[in-house]
């Protein structure tokens, strides 16, 4: 299974680095790569969520999201197409008051048609642009407050 781990700086306070993470049906507003959402089975801090996602073609996968606030994410896998697992989290750590260090880790299992050089092009490129996308969006709301 092919995995990541990356931590970035954001310029915004840990609560709303953690509203941006969790409110997942807005990311197809500032996630280019994401094409529509659907959350399913809300219960508490807990729920699905289906992704329709252009990332080299479309795909389509769901994974169990659980928030844990006021700082970690995590999720794991139900199914999807190409994809055998996708687990990973997001940890947040408050860097003074308006600052949060993000670490965000992924493990993705791919079906064994799917080329090794495109698992290591979505890790590579795809994850800091992700992580660049959220600083983007956690700091123009930080700056609006």
């Known amino acids: ?19 941006v993470v969790t409110d997942v049906e807005r990311y197809p507003d500032f996630l280019p790569e994401v ?5 399913t089975n809300k219960r508490g801090a807990e729920c699905d969520v ?13 994974v169990h999201l659980k928030e844990e606030p006021p700082d970690r994410v995590s999720w794991t896998f139900v199914d ?23 670490t965000y880790n992924v493990e993705v ?4 048609l799917v080329p090794k050089t495109i698992v290591n092009a979505l890790i590579d490129t ?5 992580l660049e996308n959220f600083k983007k969006r956690a700091e123009g709301m930080a700056a609006k407050k």
């Open 50 to 62: 289906h992704y329709v996602a252009e990332v080299v073609k479309t795909i389509k996968y769901t």
């Open 80 to 102: 999807g197409e190409f994809m055998k697992d996708n687990k990973g989290n997001w940890l947040l750590e408050p860097q003074g008051e308006n600052a949060t260090k993000v």
């Open 35 to 39: 094409k529509s959402i659907k959350v």
């Open 126 to 130: 795809s994850l800091p642009k992700l």
């Open 109 to 112: 299992g791919l079906g064994a």
């Open 1 to 19: 299974m092919a995995g990541a781990t990356k931590t970035i700086t954001i310029n915004a306070p840990l609560a709303t680095v953690f509203q």
